[in-house]
């Protein structure tokens, strides 16, 4: 079976590819700024967009009328977020067959993250990992399947246990990875060259989230499970008092950040947007202003 339009641009040399990552709205105001924000942000053509996937059922609901929403605003490919915790595996069936009716064929098939400080735990009728999405996933339809990666080490593993699992979930059929966030290259160099050493083939694509306010710091230890390098933590630190000045030094980091990644062979950036555009905008217009440079 041929390669996905999306995948095939992963591959090109040259031409990193640029994907924008939204939530799903809780309410009617939500709504409207997720449409407002796609909307700002098409000039800038994403190769895609992505939603995330609700942890309950009401949620998991939203993330399908977000998908609707900004598939009605958009000619852009959508992605679908999935994931097994909490569900059942008919209940994960019933999903993909939602997304297929959406008309959404890029699924990225996630386990899923316990309660913070909890452990995971499988549905007693589901599926156990993320790698037993991405086969069922496969088997379900015509989808293509990406995949979580991890720069700083996923908390139940280890730096070597996560590539081998990276490895697994390409065997399984998963052709694309995208990682959580990060404020290393020098992790997500390392995390491509482990994976790269067990014979892992796939693109990576880098995920990077804008840093505009200072109670950021500490949600990104949580959202990731590692915090931010020493010297990026103080950097911002020493501007936290003075928001416009902290946006500012957060914006700067991070376009270095997705420069340096790029020029080291990243395929391309997931932007995490939180449903807001303008620092997003800001970071890939200053990146397409940049000479283009290698490692």
Do not use: C
């Not at 449409?35 to 967009?49: E, F, H, K, Q, Y």
């Not at 959404?104 to 037993?132: K, S």
């Not at 950097?235 to 008092?241: D, V």
């Amino acid at each position: 079976m041929p390669a996905s339009p999306l995948v095939e641009r992963l591959s090109e040399p040259g031409r990193p590819t640029f994907s924008f990552e939204f939530f799903p709205p809780s309410d009617d105001a939500g709504v409207q700024q997720l449409i407002g924000t796609v909307d700002a942000l098409g000039p800038l053509a994403p190769d895609w967009v992505s939603v995330t996937y609700g942890a309950t059922g009401a949620a998991r609901y939203k993330t399908f009328s977000a998908v609707g929403a900004i598939r009605g605003q958009t000619a852009t490919p959508t992605m679908g977020h999935l994931t097994v915790a909490g569900q059942s595996t008919a209940e994960v069936r019933r999903a993909l067959e939602s997304y297929e009716r959406l008309g959404v064929t890029h699924i990225l098939a996630l386990r899923g993250d316990p309660t913070y400080g909890e452990r995971f735990a499988p549905h007693a009728d589901g599926l156990r990992t993320g790698t037993d999405l991405v086969r069922l996933a496969k088997q379900s339809g015509d989808f293509t399947v990406g995949v979580a990666a991890f720069p700083d080490v996923h908390p139940d593993g280890s730096a070597e246990l996560d590539a081998r699992i990276l490895l697994e979930k390409q065997e399984a059929g998963a052709e694309f990875a995208i990682t959580q966030l990060f404020f290393s290259v020098d992790a997500y160099v390392a995390l491509v060259d482990r994976f790269r050493a067990l014979g892992g083939t796939m693109p990576i694509v880098a995920g990077i989230m804008p840093v505009t306010v200072p109670s950021q710091i500490e949600r990104f230890a949580h959202l990731s499970g590692a915090r931010m390098p020493a010297e990026v933590e103080a950097t911002l630190r020493a501007a936290a008092e003075d928001r416009d000045r902290f946006r500012a030094v957060g914006i700067d980091l991070m376009t270095r950040l997705a420069d340096d990644v790029l020029a080291a062979g990243a395929p391309g950036l997931q932007f995490f947007t939180l449903n807001r555009a303008r620092a997003t905008a800001e970071i890939l217009a200053r990146l397409r202003a940049m000479p283009v440079r290698t490692a």
